[in-house]
């Protein structure tokens, strides 16, 4: 099964570059087709992963994907699942 992956560990730091990756990974899986991207924001401080729920809950992105699956083994990890 396809997949993509998106490490957010080397923009960490960079607002805007973020919000961007993950509107690029995110426009790629529905041009390709690809059911599951995994996002990782890594484990830190937990800052980078609700910034990555609240992109992820706002309406015009949640309209676009069919539901986010937290890692049980590894909470630095996010997984969305797409209905094509």
């Given at each position: 099964?396809?997949?993509?992956?998106?490490d957010?560990?080397?923009?960490?730091?960079?607002?805007?570059?973020?919000?961007?990756e993950?509107?690029?990974?995110?426009?790629?899986?529905?041009e390709?087709?690809?059911?599951?991207?995994e996002?990782?924001p890594?484990?830190?401080?937990?800052?980078?992963k609700k910034?990555?729920?609240?992109f992820?809950?706002?309406?015009?992105?949640?309209?676009?994907y069919?539901?986010?699956?937290?890692?049980?083994k590894?909470?630095?990890?996010?997984?969305?699942y797409?209905?094509?």
């Amino acid at each position: 099964m396809a997949k993509l992956t998106l490490d957010l560990h080397p923009i960490y730091n960079r607002g805007r570059t973020i919000e961007a990756e993950l509107h690029r990974v995110m426009d790629e899986a529905e041009e390709k087709r690809i059911k599951t991207v995994e996002i990782i924001p890594g484990k830190g401080s937990g800052q980078l992963k609700k910034r990555v729920l609240k992109f992820l809950e706002r309406p015009d992105i949640k309209a676009r994907y069919h539901r986010v699956d937290k890692d049980a083994k590894n909470h630095g990890r996010l997984f969305v699942y797409f209905r094509f």
